[in-house]
């Protein structure tokens, strides 16, 4: 069983920086890949970026790619998105969830979510 609680949230203006955690309770965060997904209103969940649980290699939807890092402390059991050059269609609100194994694209294919975090990107 694994908790994820997420943090970091807020309101902030376009071209503002946000960071997120996500805090993981339970055995072996290390094996477990983690993914962010957001959700605004009314759109299904999407893909953010994932983490591998073996070596840390990352992956990033293509319309937060380069502006957006995903980082892990494994000592911490806990998981960074760094989001830098925020823009109104950023607004949303962001999940952690994890996945024992290999990463997935697929929210479906997580086993473990947080409740989420309101991002909220003004104009």
């Known amino acids: 069983q694994v908790q994820l609680v997420e943090s970091g949230g807020g309101l902030v203006q376009a071209g503002d920086s946000l960071r997120l955690s996500c805090a993981a309770s339970?055995?072996?965060?290390?094996?477990?890949?983690m993914g962010w997904f957001r959700q605004a209103p009314g759109k299904e969940r999407e893909f953010v970026a994932a983490?591998?649980?073996?070596?840390?290699?990352?992956y990033y939807a293509d319309s937060v790619k380069g502006r957006f890092t995903s980082s892990k402390d494994n000592a911490k059991n806990t998981v960074y998105l760094q989001m830098n050059t925020l823009k109104p269609e950023d607004t949303a609100v962001y999940y952690c969830?994890?996945?024992?194994?290999?990463?997935?694209?697929?929210?479906?294919?997580?086993?473990?979510w947080g409740q989420g975090t309101q991002v909220t990107v003004s104009s």
């Open positions: 983490i591998t649980s073996s070596d840390g290699n990352t």
């Open positions: 969830a994890a996945r024992y194994g290999s990463w997935s694209w697929n929210s479906y294919q997580y086993d473990y």
């Open positions: 339970g055995r072996a965060f290390s094996r477990y890949a």
